[in-house]
């Protein structure tokens, strides 16, 4: 699944934070990701205590 910056989705399971799984937040990336991220996205606004975290787009849920 693709998708863009600012899309609302939830965090079915995280790799990269498990303690995400469960929450919503906004994909932050402008382009797909890369060899950088290991094709993860970036999830961020998921909560005051929370950093953004990577995930792969079978742990997301778009919105």
Do not use: H
């Not at 932050?28 to 998921?46: C, F, H, K, Q, S």
């Not at 909560?47 to 742990?59: D, K």
């Amino acid at each position: 699944m693709s998708f863009k910056a600012g899309d609302k989705v939830r965090i079915l399971s995280c790799a990269d934070d498990p303690r995400a799984a469960g929450k919503t937040g906004r994909i932050v990336d402008e382009v797909p990701p890369g060899a950088l991220t290991g094709g993860r996205w970036t999830v961020g606004r998921i909560g005051l205590l929370n950093a953004p975290v990577l995930c792969s787009a079978g742990e997301l849920q778009k919105l």
